[in-house]
């Protein structure tokens, strides 16, 4: 999504007439989550994906229909389900149902809009609220925590007491799941008229791996895994391999990783991980011990099966027994041949989104039940969840 929504930021600023689309709610099996999002330009022009081809292209048709009126508009579409729209009737190929939210963007829209895709972009938490009024323009607020907790916010959602009540949420919305993005519609609220309803599109900080070593390996393992929405961290004492320029979108720290763990022990939460990829002795045993003090949810480590004896001997004699080192994944990373770095870095992200889900690993085809883990649909009956 960090690429898209950049994508989008850019295209907005140019000024196009263009229709929002958004996925709210799905039920079933879907190719993407609640939150996925598309612009529609009156040149065709398309950004982003509501389903991973589904249903993109009859979208596109409504949503050019909707520009053809030149008036503001908005509507609810079902897709896939009962009473579902007829141009849109196929749904998804995995046999769910969807509901999107089509609006045409107005001027106004445009730098709310382009603010909170900045922080899916920046990793920041930020909360779009759209007051959804059928038929017509969809006034939108977004607000979004500084780095001290206050909340700012801009735009509104044309009421006062809906503006303060929305804004003074804004904890509550960013707080009320794991990392991401998620959305809820809300059918009450202060200053809301009969048959409106609020929706509440969350995104928040993504998890964090946290890379000891700054080397070939960790810099392939950063770029993938910042594409995929973590926060990365990268720490060698070394500082002629710590160099932030070989690791453009992380946090570069050149300092001892046990003494960095022990101070970001707080941050790392089950959601989290570490990856020791040194081959240093010097630094792996330190850092493997302070990580296992840690709530961090997968700790891996780099190196042949001889190295892992070697280490498993080291981290013994300093005290670690074979009940601490349970979650250690030693030697790091899924079996799939991986030979370069590049090649390396999916097999070690690949064993921590299994890990993070609680999957095997193992191929699809030798497996049973949901591809996809259930979706809960988020539905409040006031403001506050």
């Not at 529609?40 to 949503?63: K, Y």
């Not at 607000?143 to 907790?149: K, N, V």
């Not at 309803?197 to 910042?226: C, K, M, N, Q, Y």
């Not at 498993?312 to 004699?317: G, P």
């Amino acid at each position: 999504m960090r690429s898209v929504a950049d994508s989008m930021v850019r295209w907005l600023g140019e000024g196009h007439q263009c229709v929002l689309a958004r996925l709210i709610d799905v039920e079933g099996s879907a190719p993407l989550d609640p939150g996925a999002m598309m612009l529609v330009g009156s040149d065709g022009t398309v950004l982003g994906s509501l389903s991973g081809g589904c249903v993109e292209s009859a979208t596109v048709q409504h949503a050019l229909t909707m520009l053809d009126t030149g008036a503001p508009y908005s509507c609810f579409k079902e897709v896939g389900g009962e009473g579902s729209d007829p141009l849109l009737d196929a749904g998804p190929a995995c046999g769910g149902s969807m509901q999107l939210l089509l609006q045409t963007l107005q001027p106004e829209d445009r730098d709310l809009l382009c603010r909170f895709l900045r922080a899916q972009v920046e990793r920041e938490e930020a909360v779009l609220v759209t007051r959804v009024v059928p038929g017509a323009a969809c006034p939108m607020l977004v607000s979004w925590l500084t780095d001290a907790g206050a909340v700012e916010h801009l735009g509104t959602l044309g009421s006062e007491d809906l503006d303060t009540e929305m804004t003074a949420s804004a904890h509550d919305f960013i707080a009320a799941g794991p990392g991401g993005s998620a959305v809820r519609r809300i059918e009450w609220g202060v200053g809301l008229d009969i048959g409106e309803d609020i929706l509440v599109h969350a995104t928040r900080r993504g998890p964090l791996l946290l890379a000891i070593g700054a080397d070939e390996f960790s810099a392939a393992l950063a770029d993938l895994a910042v594409r995929v929405g973590w926060r990365v961290t990268v720490v060698d004492p070394r500082t002629v391999f710590a160099d932030p320029a070989r690791f453009p979108k992380a946090e570069v720290i050149a300092r001892w990783p046990d003494e960095v763990v022990a101070e970001r022990s707080r941050d790392l939460g089950p959601g989290d991980a570490v990856c020791i990829l040194t081959h240093d002795r010097r630094i792996d045993v330190t850092a493997i011990a302070a990580a296992l003090q840690t709530g961090a949810g997968y700790l891996g480590a780099m190196g042949s099966r001889r190295t892992h004896a070697d280490r498993v001997r080291r981290l013994h004699e300093a005290g670690l027994t074979d009940a601490d080192l349970v979650r250690l994944h030693s030697p790091i990373g899924l079996d799939i041949g991986a030979a370069t770095p590049e090649e390396t870095a999916v097999a070690i992200l690949a064993e921590i989104v299994a890990a993070r889900s609680g999957r095997s690993g193992e191929p699809l085809r030798r497996t049973h039940g949901p591809i996809r883990s259930v979706r809960t649909t988020l539905v409040c009956d006031d403001a506050r969840g």
